[in-house]
T-cell receptor, first 115, second 114 residues
């Protein structure tokens, strides 16, 4: 069965430090990949997405992610974290075809930022 | 902002109550979704509507009844819920229901069933 794994439930980083959130998927075919962020009391906001082409994608708020097919990964990165980045981050995957199979989410990684 | 609104934001109900959650999108989208977000579990897709027609029912118990009167509005009618139904219910919309469509989420309704 298709699945999305976010190995880290909770990460704490210092403000200004770099960040990498991990995401691995198990799919037989080429997937479409997404990262969403959820601030407390809010819905999910799309940070970035990958469908094809350049495997390094840029998103909003200074985030980027790299698709590595050989590792079945789509890790999210930010070079310098701001306190306002504290939130929950969700990786999501869907089969990359013309159908309408559902979006599958990981369990999320909660990011805490300390001064 | 997302352009997807949900009301109420918080709801407490007893197991014998009947209530409804409302979602409205102002983005001109044609597809709308209900998700359930429980603690320590991935988001669970419940229902998908495309052009007011239900295209996905992800084995959801009948105590949850969706209604989509038009492409801008989506309701989730609740009756005889169980305490384990307590969760954050998120609505989303997208231009279409194809895989490459980006989904835009509302803020959710936090539901507590007593």
């Amino acid at each position: 069965a298709q699945s999305v794994t976010q190995p880290d439930i909770h990460i704490t980083v210092s403000e200004g430090a770099s960040l990498e959130l991990r995401c691995n998927y198990s799919y037989g075919a080429t997937p479409y990949l997404f990262w969403y962020v959820q601030s407390p009391g809010q819905g999910l906001q799309l940070l970035l997405k990958y469908f094809s082409g350049d495997t390094l994608v840029q998103g909003i708020k200074g985030f980027e992610a790299e698709f590595k097919r050989s590792q079945s990964s789509f890790n999210l990165r930010k070079p310098s974290v701001h306190w306002s980045d504290a939130a929950e981050y969700f990786c999501a995957v869907v089969l990359g075809n013309s159908g309408n199979t559902p979006l599958v989410f990981g369990k999320g990684t909660r990011l805490s930022v300390i001064a | 902002e997302t352009g997807v609104t949900q009301t109420p934001r918080h709801l407490v109900m007893g197991m014998t109550n009947k209530k409804s959650l409302k979602c409205e999108q102002h983005l001109g989208h044609n597809a709308m979704y209900w998700y359930k977000q429980s603690a320590k579990k991935p988001l669970e897709l419940m229902f998908v509507y495309n052009f007011k027609e239900q295209t996905e029912n992800n084995s959801v118990p009948s105590r949850f009844s969706p209604e989509c009167p038009n492409s801008s509005h989506l309701f989730l009618h609740l009756h005889t819920l169980q305490p384990e139904d307590s969760a954050l219910y998120l609505c989303a919309s997208s231009h279409g229901d194809r895989n490459q469509e980006t989904q835009y989420f509302g803020p959710g309704t936090r539901l507590l069933v007593l």
